[in-house]
């Protein structure tokens, strides 16, 4: 999955700043990354704290990089950077009281040009981790929102690998039809960048008109919208995910449906369907959880899951550093 980011990683030497740097998830997935010299980590934290807690898990972080926001040189002139950003909507003590947090810290550094990326969440919420970047870092050009997407990988009871892209499962809680359609095409191009390709459902508790509400609406919609785009790839919606999964049910339900019983890209119709679907997937099902990706952000900063293991923390990294 991401023997292509590796190699761009061996060349590049990226930095990235993770914001808990003394959690030994992160302890043990930056003290690899170093070893195997695919990026240089930059750790958040008291140094001493930092040192305590790597040494107490068994990890050797020497000659990795702590900084402490506490006693940090370019404080003063951070806190003027972000005031100046946030102009009219922080004040200068409400910036300086932020960035003492590593969360507003580390997005500030990547801000600053300083690292290029961050990876934080493995202890601060989502909300925490991705509300500095919304504020300071906003979407890139052309993208109107951030979402998030998981890719979700397993092997088959056959023993073939399996692969799918779900959205938004973290950061949208009700997305309109229109952002909906943005969280689609978003997802599509993601999945397509870890060799999926794409086959689109808007899922549903309706299949393409057997249930009736305004959240079959919206999911109708969006999927309208989609069809009247010119998309390299195939949607359909809106769609019940055994529907959209199912061959056998994507025939009876949806007949002539080029995505229905095929599809590999998920967009869920709200945060509750999309959080909730991909635990269930993760937990019951066995499957891996790459991300939450976040997407449509102007820098490449991403999140965790609070549940999330040491390799998923090694994973991310590579994908947060190595993606464009
Ligand atoms: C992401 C989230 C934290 C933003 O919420 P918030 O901070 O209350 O949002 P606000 O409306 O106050 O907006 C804060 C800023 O972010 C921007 N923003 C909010 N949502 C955004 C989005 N989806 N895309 C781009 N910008 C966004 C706003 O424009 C605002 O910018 P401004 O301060 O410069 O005007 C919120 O949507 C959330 O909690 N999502 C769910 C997170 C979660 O619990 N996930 C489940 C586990 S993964
Ligand atoms: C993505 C997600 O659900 O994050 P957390 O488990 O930290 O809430």
Do not use: W
Request: charged share 25%; with cysteine.
């Amino acid at each position: 999955m991401l023997e292509k980011l590796v190699e761009t990683l061996k060349i590049k030497n990226k930095r990235l700043i993770y914001t808990e740097g003394c959690d030994p998830r992160i302890l043990e997935a930056a003290s690899r990354l170093h070893r195997e010299g695919l990026l240089t980590p930059v750790l958040v934290g008291e140094p001493e704290a930092v040192r305590a807690a790597a040494e107490n898990a068994g990890f050797d972080i020497e000659g990795i990089e702590i900084v402490d926001p506490m006693h940090y040189d370019g404080f003063e002139a951070m806190v003027d950077k972000m005031t100046e950003l946030r102009k009219g909507k922080m004040t200068a003590d409400e910036c300086a009281a932020a960035l003492k947090k590593a969360n507003y810290f580390g997005t500030m550094y990547v801000k600053l040009g300083l690292a290029d990326g961050l990876l934080g969440g493995a202890t601060y919420s989502t909300a925490d981790t991705v509300r500095p970047a919304l504020q300071i870092v906003k979407t890139r050009p052309g993208s109107k929102i951030v979402s998030s997407c998981f890719i979700m990988d397993r092997t088959g009871a056959d023993g073939k690998p399996e692969r799918y892209a779900m959205a938004d499962c973290a950061i949208n809680l009700h997305p309109s039809a229109e952002e909906l359609v943005e969280i689609a095409v978003e997802t599509a191009k993601t999945a397509s960048f870890f060799g999926i390709d794409p086959k689109v459902a808007l899922l549903s508790y309706s299949t393409l008109g057997s249930g009736k509400g305004e959240d079959v609406d919206k999911v109708r919609a969006a999927a309208a919208l989609l069809k009247d785009m010119d998309l390299p790839f195939p949607v359909e919606g809106e769609l019940q995910f055994d529907a959209a999964f199912a061959p056998e049910v994507g025939k009876l339900k949806a007949p002539g449906s080029r995505v229905a019983g095929e599809a590999n890209v998920f967009v869920f119709p709200d945060i509750n369907a999309g959080n909730i679907g991909y635990k269930i997937a993760q937990r019951l099902g066995g499957f891996e959880a790459v991300g939450p990706i976040l997407q449509g952000l102007a820098a490449n900063i991403n999140d965790l899951s609070r549940g999330c293991s040491a390799e998923e923390v090694y994973k991310m990294s590579i994908i947060t550093a190595g993606m464009e």
